[in-house]
């Protein structure tokens, strides 16, 4: 079942696990963000495959990239941590909030629940702990980005309330030939 670690999050839910045992959910310190690191890296090692235009970097090129991100995140960062019964972390939502001169955002960065512990309801209590911090923080517009083919991120975002948006959304890479325009 889940539970909190801290009174920081006195409603947060308490949902059968499906025979993981306890899992812990809690709000991490800036400091700790190094304990989803590991997690963050298997993140971007997977999702690379789908993207076969940007370049195709190892591991070991991942994570001397990650050592540096959560320096240069502006914004302010919280980090929502999944622990199970040993206190291994083993999922965890990304949040940044910043206020572009028209009223407080939010952006769910990133979502990663290890492939292991997926299927039992630790994806929608991330979730649910963004959008509630959404609603606490009276954040006028939030977001989330995810590719269309995702159908278990699509669904997981669909039932916490967020909406395909009927923008187009175009994007800027600094690649050589915008670097030399």
């Known amino acids: 079942m889940f539970s909190r670690i801290a009174d920081q999050f006195p409603r947060a839910p308490t949902l059968p696990s499906s025979g993981m045992g306890t899992l812990v959910v809690e709000r991490l310190a800036e400091g700790d963000f190094s304990l989803i690191r590991p997690l963050l890296v298997d993140l971007h090692v997977a999702e690379q495959e789908h993207y ?49 001169g028209t009223g407080l955002e939010g952006e769910v960065a990133e979502v990663y629940v290890a492939p292991e512990h997926r299927g039992h309801g630790v994806g929608e209590v991330l979730i649910d702990q963004a959008t509630r911090l959404f609603r606490e923080r009276g954040v006028t517009l939030g977001y989330v980005w995810t590719r269309p083919d995702n159908e278990a991120a699509v669904h997981l975002y669909e039932s916490a309330g967020f909406e395909r948006s009927r923008q187009l959304v175009l994007t800027w890479y600094p690649t050589e ?3 030399t325009s």
């Open 52 to 100: 076969e235009d940007h370049p195709q970097l190892s591991r070991g090129e991942i994570e001397g990239h990650l050592s540096s991100v959560p320096s240069t995140f502006s914004g302010e960062n919280v980090v929502f941590a999944v622990r199970d019964d040993s206190g291994q972390v083993i999922g965890f939502c990304w949040v940044v909030l910043f206020d572009p």
């Open 177 to 179: 030939a915008n670097l």
